[in-house]
């Protein structure tokens, strides 16, 4: 099992209940792919770098979640179907990446 975060950006048009049942879409996702989620964080709107689907904002969406290797490509792709949203990244977490540091 290895430690992932995964970076969502969804529709800047969402809002309200539409924005949660996104929300709840990706959650489930990691979770009906054995994944276990030990932080989620709706980082709010932010204007984007530039226009992705004639989109200029974005929601972003953090989520830290353990899972199965074998399974992040799966999750990628089932979320990649929900047309709200823009991108998806996940990255692998290293373990205990802190520097010692010496007197």
Not at 27 to 32: A, D, L, P, Q, R
Not at 68 to 95: M, T
Request: aromatic share 8%.
């Amino acid at each position: 099992m290895g430690s992932y975060e995964g970076m969502f950006i969804l529709s800047g048009e969402l809002e309200g209940e539409f924005l949660e049942k996104e929300v709840d879409y990706i959650k489930n996702e990691i979770v009906k792919q054995l994944g276990e989620i030990s932080e989620a964080k709706l980082l709010g709107k932010r204007r984007l770098a530039y226009p992705i689907k004639k989109m200029q904002q974005g929601i972003y969406l953090l989520i830290n979640f353990i899972s199965k290797p074998d399974v992040v490509e799966v999750i990628l792709k089932r979320v990649r179907l929900n047309q709200a949203l823009l991108r998806a990244l996940i990255f692998r977490k290293e373990k205990n990446s802190t520097n010692e540091i010496r007197d």
